[in-house]
């Protein structure tokens, strides 16, 4: 989106304009707004950057805690309660859109989100086991719905040719915050205890609620139309009407199958391997996250802004499934801890860096609605309904005698060749959509 020439503050960017109209802005004009568009990048950035430094922190002992109790057998039992919970997670942020519009709802959910934290970590000290149900399904949802918000103000902010220098970037300060935290967990848990790393997590939503704020109140809200306001809802009228937004939920649902079945794959194999050891566990899954989250930031700064500038979008898209369908194949071929670890982490690498970035240039040219709403029910909804849906499933088969962890990398390596098949028809929509949107506005009207 551009953005006129306006200045900066609480009366926001205004309203977004075609290429026909930028040779009006002046040169100095111009600068200006390429000045803020960096600024906010950076801003958003470094907000990303501290949640996901708290997330690592709740990632590792959450999913610990959780097998502690409960046993790494019963991780798809409490993934299938994810869909109902992320549902009403995205419910909750529609209406508090409706209300108190991007600013607000993003401060609301970003100290919420620490004060349940808070108080997950103070009944944990109790001794009370069933607090880690709510604790990791709690971890799986807070990420995805601070993150995307921070995603949805960077595509209000910026040009298609800005995203594409700056997208690699982004997710590499915020990844930076990953390396960061998994590192930190991998350092301290085993000194301090896996329930502690819990409370780091809470205290880290209060940098990333400021940072994100102060963008907010520096550079304003971007215009939000009346009828949103009004007759907002989920968004859901948004994907009926768009079947690129429909491919792209797609193959989010379906990339979520394969983290799920990876996932739950490589921590049957750590709970054998650290059996009775959970904080050696946890300090494992710190280094592991920690050593995956710093090297992605290869991608993140260097590779990734190359491939978005030089080659096109759809290879870009397509290069994905290519390299997990031949890393699962090799996880399939010879099954171990390493095998599994590296399908697991390049899954993780790439959708944290490319496919994040690649993905995002998807909705610059989309409306205000198509941003703030149906992205979180694309990224937030999606994401976690498709490690819920087939966890649903892993239950029900494992309750029917069927040794689930024999089948998850064969179902995985299915799930994988049906995201690349998704590719082409995506790729197609979004072209089209970008074509429409750089169209005079006499064709628009024809």
């Not at 054998?272 to 991608?299: I, M, Y």
């Amino acid at each position: 989106m551009w953005f006129c020439n306006q200045r900066p503050g609480r009366e926001g960017f205004g309203a977004s304009v075609g290429r026909r109209d930028k040779a009006y802005l002046t040169v100095r004009g111009y600068s200006e707004v390429m000045g803020r568009e960096y600024q906010v990048a950076a801003i958003m950035a470094a907000s990303a950057m501290f949640t996901l430094i708290g997330y690592e922190f709740i990632r590792s002992a959450a999913t610990v805690l959780f097998k502690t109790a409960y046993g790494a057998e019963n991780l798809p039992l409490v993934m299938a309660a994810m869909p109902a919970v992320v549902f009403g997670g995205v419910w909750i942020y529609s209406r508090i859109l409706n209300h108190l519009g991007p600013q607000g709802t993003l401060l609301v959910t970003s100290l919420g989100s620490g004060l349940l934290i808070l108080s997950c970590y103070l009944i944990l000290l109790t001794g009370v086991d069933w607090v880690t149900v709510p604790l990791y399904l709690l971890k799986e949802l807070y990420i995805v719905l601070l993150i995307e918000q921070y995603w949805s103000y960077i595509n209000s902010s910026l040009t298609p040719a800005t995203a594409r220098k700056v997208n690699g970037p982004i997710t590499g300060v915020a990844g930076l915050g990953g390396a960061i935290g998994g590192i930190l967990v991998g350092m301290s848990a085993g000194s301090y205890g896996t329930e502690n790393m819990v409370l780091v997590a809470a205290f880290s939503c209060l940098p990333a609620a400021g940072l994100s704020n102060y963008a907010y109140r520096r550079f304003g809200e971007p215009v939000q139309p009346e009828a949103s306001k009004v007759h907002g809802k989920m968004g859901w009228q948004f994907l009926k009407a768009n079947p690129m937004l429909l491919y792209l939920l797609s193959i989010v649902l379906v990339s979520q199958v394969v983290s799920a079945v990876l996932d739950y794959r490589f921590q049957g194999l750590l709970s054998t391997e650290f059996d009775g050891r959970p904080d050696e566990e946890t300090e494992f899954q710190g280094k592991f996250f920690g050593t995956l989250n710093a090297s992605v930031l290869l991608l993140q700064f260097c590779i990734t802004p190359l491939l978005l500038t030089f080659v096109a979008l759809r290879w870009v898209h397509i290069l994905m499934p290519l390299i997990h369908v031949n890393a699962i194949a090799f996880a399939i071929y010879e099954p171990s801890v390493f095998s599994v670890g590296l399908a697991f982490f390049l899954f993780k690498a790439f959708d944290y860096s490319i496919f994040r970035a690649a993905k995002e240039l998807l909705y610059l040219p989309l409306s205000f609605d198509e941003r703030y709403r149906t992205k979180e029910i694309i990224d937030v909804f999606g994401y976690r309904t498709g490690k819920g849906a087939s966890s649903v499933v892993i239950v029900a088969l494992q309750n029917l005698g069927v040794v689930m962890s024999n089948y998850y990398l064969a179902t995985a390596f299915v799930a994988t060749s049906l995201w690349l098949a998704l590719i082409f028809p995506l790729t197609r929509r979004a072209a089209d959509n970008e074509a429409a949107s750089r169209a005079p506005v006499s064709e628009k009207i024809d």
